[in-house]
């Protein structure tokens, strides 16, 4: 503790840094006057830094939040779904998490610092304007005072001068000796109101410096107080700011780890079993289709059906084609128009049994004949 305070000691200070030995400079102050600007300009930045990235964090969180409502799958089942889910309720977790870092950056990091820079700039304002004073003063009474000693060295040397010729008059006329030196006493007493003017102005000149160094001093002292509480709040509050984002990135990542876990219980065997379960419709395939001619299903399979619905008639009737038929199938025949058919059964209404001239047989369809006349 000791050695922190004797290094402190030795440590330079405004106060004893920014002085020059011209008596009307304004460097020190200037040099000062200009730090307090810059200070003041690196604090709006850092405000402007602050106040954008507290935007940057609630826009990311709302918009976050705002994927997280809209993000749908509901059409999804099983284990999978439980992942999405929670993939949905950890990124809204994370919403509300950045959010609430914007407002943490607004309202502990950026108001402070932005209330310290309103406060010290009302401070350095006031100071500024009364050193600035004190300094025209001392000024205008430097100014003063070169006058009062030109004034003050004019009159000693006509003093002198006239106590010279009045000195040498002896050899004039008693007349003449008589003016000199009246003269002489005049410049006297000129030269001695001419002295008290210029002690009152070396006074007042001295009581303005003096005036105008305790102003510097005070002003050197504040300025170094407000530097030394600017420089420890923004390094603290961006200390905050960097402990604060770096907790919402560990949060983060402990909302993405809730994730990770959930994805590893998702099994995808899981998911198609439980799919298969919940929507079985059975495990026997239709069967295969064969290919069925109409004439094997919808007509005589033979010249001598005994499964018709009708019974078989023999006829010997003759009967005219009316039109050409090509045969669908090895149990019919084809017709020719014009051609005589004798009619050998009826084996339905529609197809009959029938023999040609050369003693060919087989079904034919009895639409496409008329009986002969």
Same mark, same amino acid.
């Given at each position: 503790?000791?050695?922190?305070?004797?290094?402190?000691?030795?440590?330079?200070?405004?106060?004893?840094?920014? %002085?020059?030995?011209?008596?009307?400079?304004?460097?020190?102050?200037?040099?000062?006057?200009?730090?307090?600007?810059?200070?003041?300009?690196?604090?709006?930045?850092?405000?402007?830094?602050?106040?954008?990235?507290?935007?940057?964090? !609630?826009?990311?969180?709302?918009?976050?939040?705002?994927?997280?409502?809209?993000?749908?799958?509901?059409t999804e089942i099983g284990t999978l779904r439980q992942? %999405?889910?929670?993939?949905?309720?950890? @990124? $809204?977790?994370?919403?509300?998490?950045?959010?609430?870092?914007?407002?943490?950056?607004?309202?502990?990091?950026?108001?402070?610092?932005?209330?310290?820079?309103?406060?010290?700039?009302? =401070?350095?304002?006031?100071?500024? /304007? @009364?050193?600035?004073?004190?300094?025209?003063?001392?000024?205008?009474?430097?100014?003063?005072? !070169?006058?009062?000693?030109?004034?003050?060295?004019?009159?000693?040397?006509?003093?002198? &001068?006239?106590? /010279? +010729?009045?000195?040498?008059? $002896?050899?004039?006329?008693?007349?003449?000796? /008589?003016?000199?030196?009246?003269?002489?006493?005049?410049?006297?007493?000129? $030269?001695?109101?001419?002295?008290?003017?210029?002690?009152?102005?070396?006074?007042?000149?001295?009581?303005?410096? =003096?005036?105008?160094?305790?102003?510097?001093?005070?002003?050197?002292?504040?300025?170094?107080?407000? +530097?030394?509480?600017?420089?420890?709040?923004?390094?603290?509050?961006? %200390?905050?700011?960097?402990?604060?984002?770096?907790?919402?990135?560990?949060?983060?990542?402990?909302?993405?780890?809730?994730?990770? !876990?959930?994805?590893?219980?998702? $099994?995808?065997?899981?998911? =198609?079993?439980?799919?298969?379960?919940?929507?079985?419709?059975?495990?026997?395939?239709? &069967?295969?289709?064969?290919?069925?001619?109409?004439?094997?299903?919808?007509?005589?399979?033979?010249?001598?059906?005994?499964?018709?619905?009708?019974? @078989?008639?023999?006829?010997?009737?003759?009967?005219?084609?009316?039109?050409?038929?090509?045969?669908?199938?090895?149990?019919?025949?084809?017709?020719? &128009?014009?051609?005589?058919?004798?009619?050998?059964?009826?084996?339905?209404?529609?197809?009959?049994?029938?023999?040609?001239?050369?003693?060919?047989?087989?079904?034919?369809?009895?639409?496409?004949?008329?009986?002969?006349?």
């Open positions: 503790c000791l050695f922190v305070c004797l290094f402190a000691e030795m440590e330079d200070k405004f106060v004893n840094s920014f %002085w020059t030995t011209d008596f009307l400079s304004q460097e020190g102050f200037d040099v000062l006057h200009q730090r307090m600007k810059n200070a003041k300009a690196f604090m709006d930045d850092v405000s402007t830094f602050l106040k954008t990235r507290a935007q940057i964090e !609630e826009t990311y969180g709302k918009s976050l939040a705002k994927l997280a409502r809209t993000a749908g799958g509901t992942v %999405w889910d929670e993939v949905k309720q950890q @990124t $809204s977790a994370s919403a509300e998490q950045h959010v609430s870092l914007a407002a943490k950056i607004s309202q502990d990091v950026e108001a402070p610092i932005k209330q310290l820079r309103e406060t010290q700039r009302t =401070i350095r304002k006031k100071l500024e /304007d @009364t050193l600035k004073k004190a300094h025209k003063l001392k000024t205008q009474r430097h100014s003063q005072n !070169e006058r009062a000693k030109k004034t003050y060295d004019s009159k000693c040397r006509e003093a002198e &001068k006239a106590e /010279d +010729e009045s000195t040498k008059s $002896s050899s004039l006329p008693q007349k003449d000796i /008589d003016k000199l030196k009246a003269k002489a006493r005049k410049a006297k007493v000129a $030269s001695e109101s001419a002295d008290a003017a210029y002690q009152d102005a070396v006074q007042q000149l001295n009581n303005a410096r =003096i005036l105008w160094e305790k102003e510097m001093e005070s002003c050197c002292t504040y300025f170094q107080e407000m +530097e030394e509480e600017r420089v420890d709040l923004v390094r603290r509050k961006l %200390w905050l700011l960097t402990n604060a984002v770096s907790d919402a990135c560990v949060q983060d990542d402990e909302y993405q780890e809730k994730m990770r !876990e959930m994805m590893e219980k998702c $099994s995808v065997s899981e998911d =198609i079993q439980h799919f298969i379960k919940e929507n079985r419709k059975g495990s026997e395939r239709p &069967k295969t289709i064969e290919y069925k001619s109409f004439y094997q299903t919808s007509r005589p399979t033979s010249r001598i059906d005994e499964r018709s619905t009708r019974p @078989t008639m023999a006829s010997n009737e003759l009967v005219v084609v009316l039109y050409d038929y090509v045969k669908q199938g090895d149990l019919e025949m084809s017709l020719s &128009k014009g051609e005589l058919i004798r009619v050998v059964k009826k084996e339905t209404d529609t197809w009959w049994m029938g023999e040609k001239a050369d003693k060919s047989t087989g079904m034919f369809p009895s639409t496409y004949v008329k009986k002969r006349n």
